[in-house]
């Protein structure tokens, strides 16, 4: 496989110089079938696959969330920025999930069809796609911001959204808001 460019410079009246580059990719490819190692697939017992299973139930999930950002908080302890740490609201990694939850809930992300990391924002943080019908902690948050209640009064513990770190909210014209995640009256 073989690759190149070529790029015109211009010198001036007199002339001018061309810039190529390029690229050769070899592979070295199999002339016969026997020179293939043979590939050997084990197959899974019942039991695996229900492990498997079980370590995908967003609970799961949740809870090894929870556990990373209380180790991110474990490691700025000694530290001194384990003061902006604890002023920024890191204390708590299940309140800073629930908060998360519930202000999502409340200012949805504005989500197109071609955007991986927005679906899997909103598969992440709604409990409601998991398992509609089970009533947990996760799921009163959700419902909590559908019911436009002030998620940051209701997750005290965390004094700044995880969502703020990467994402802004906007208004209807597409203009970036002025408001932050759990401002009263919106």
């Known amino acids: 496989f073989t690759l ?3 790029v015109p410079i211009a010198m001036g009246k007199k002339g001018g110089l061309v810039s190529t580059t ?6 070295n490819l199999p002339t016969n079938a026997t020179e293939l190692e ?15 299973r079980s370590h995908l139930e967003l609970k799961n999930i949740y809870a090894s969330l929870e556990e990373l950002l209380e180790r ?9 920025q384990s003061i902006n740490l604890r002023r920024q609201g890191w204390n708590d990694g299940q309140q800073c999930l629930l908060r998360a939850i519930c202000e999502l809930s409340e200012t ?5 069809s071609e955007d991986v990391v ?31 209640r002030n998620c940051r009064r209701a ?18 014209r597409g203009r ?8 009263e009256g919106f």
């Not at 991110?72 to 001194?80: A, D, F, L, T």
């Not at 949805?108 to 197109?112: E, F, K």
């Not at 997750?155 to 209807?172: A, H, V």
Request: glycine residues 6%; charged residues 35%; contains cysteine.
């Open 38 to 52: 043979p590939v050997l697939l084990h197959a899974r017992n019942e039991r695996q696959v229900e492990q498997q």
């Open 155 to 172: 997750y005290r513990d965390c004094l700044e959204s995880p969502l703020e770190s990467f994402t802004e909210i906007y208004d209807d």
């Open 108 to 112: 949805p992300l504005g989500r197109s």
């Open 176 to 183: 970036q808001s002025h408001r932050t995640y759990g401002d």
């Open 22 to 27: 390029g690229f050769q990719f070899n592979y």
């Open 72 to 80: 991110i908080r474990g490691r700025y302890e000694s530290s001194k």
């Open 118 to 148: 927005e679906e899997m924002l909103h598969l992440l943080l709604t409990p409601s796609e998991d398992n509609p019908r089970e009533e947990d902690v996760y799921r009163r948050a959700e419902l909590a911001g559908k019911e436009k």
């Open 4 to 6: 190149g460019i070529s």
